[in-house]
């Protein structure tokens, strides 16, 4: 008997009181005295049922010096800890409390920006997730900042894939520039270098299983950007 995959979406998120749309990117603005910036977010259960929800810290782009840390079900874990060990149970159309989760990042005196994104999934069903990127962007004076990497590529296309997914890409510095895919686990799934400086990447993923992967893009080592697609047949 074959194993059927659901695509539907449990789980949903609220930032400042307002439900955000899943894969959103936030501008979380502070300024580097060495105070810690906590960013909070609420998860929705939209679901019949009730869910044993994990969190996975994804660390795109971090700036030197910095450190970053979460909690999540009553519990604050290090920053070598990328996948929470306990869930929290949230029944069906439930919304959790201020507070339940909180991503905290260290500036110290570094002024800059840093992309760290947060995955909430099921975790009798990983491919049951929500995400969002928060870049941390600090500033010695709490001004906006608009530093950016040196590099720009598009939301994968199509998404859903089935057979390929396509990604549009402009750097404007050389460099070791790979695409890194993984798993929603965590597996590197495949590696692609990039050898022009703009173009389009196409990914056959014809020999992918169904169900959700991370994209990242690395150049010298640095992991800049990440985002997710889905493989459905």
Same mark, same amino acid.
Do not use: H
């Given at each position: 008997?074959?194993?059927?995959i659901?695509f ?12 955000i749309p899943?894969?959103?990117?936030i ?10 910036m906590?960013?909070?977010v609420?998860?929705? &259960? /939209?679901?019949?049922? *009730?869910?044993? !929800? ?5 660390? $795109?782009?971090?700036?030197?010096? =910095?450190? +970053?840390t979460?909690c ?28 339940a ?18 995955v909430f999934?099921?975790? &009798? /069903?990983?491919?049951? *997730?929500?995400? !969002?990127?928060v870049?941390?962007?600090? $500033?010695?004076?709490?001004?906006? =900042?608009? +530093? ?6 598009s ?8 057979q ?15 695409l ?9 799934v495949?590696e ?10 196409q ?6 299983q ?24």
């Amino acid at each position: 008997m074959g194993v059927s995959i659901s695509f539907g979406q449990s789980l949903s998120l609220i930032y400042e009181g307002n439900p955000i749309p899943a894969n959103q990117e936030i501008i979380f603005e502070g300024i580097a005295n060495g105070n810690v910036m906590v960013f909070e977010v609420q998860v929705t &259960n /939209n679901s019949t049922n *009730s869910l044993d !929800v994990l969190v996975k810290k994804v660390e $795109n782009y971090l700036l030197e010096g =910095t450190v +970053n840390t979460f909690c999540w079900a009553g519990q604050c874990y290090g920053p070598d800890t990328y996948v929470s060990p306990n869930s929290e149970t949230i029944e069906a159309g439930e919304t959790t409390p201020p507070g339940a989760f909180s991503g905290d990042y260290n500036p110290g005196t570094i002024i800059g920006q840093s992309s760290i994104s947060y995955v909430f999934f099921d975790q &009798n /069903n990983v491919n049951d *997730s929500v995400m !969002v990127t928060v870049l941390f962007t600090c $500033n010695t004076t709490g001004i906006k =900042t608009n +530093n950016k990497p040196e590099y720009s590529i598009s939301e994968p296309y199509p998404n859903p894939a089935s057979q390929f997914v396509k990604f549009d890409f402009d750097l404007m510095k050389e460099g070791n520039v790979t695409l890194k895919i993984y798993s929603l686990v965590g597996s590197l799934v495949e590696e692609i270098k990039i050898i022009e400086n703009s173009g389009t990447i196409q990914v056959d993923t014809d020999k992918y299983q169904e169900g959700f992967y991370f994209y990242t893009l690395t150049i010298e080592g640095k992991d800049l950007t990440t985002g997710k697609f889905i493989v459905n047949r």
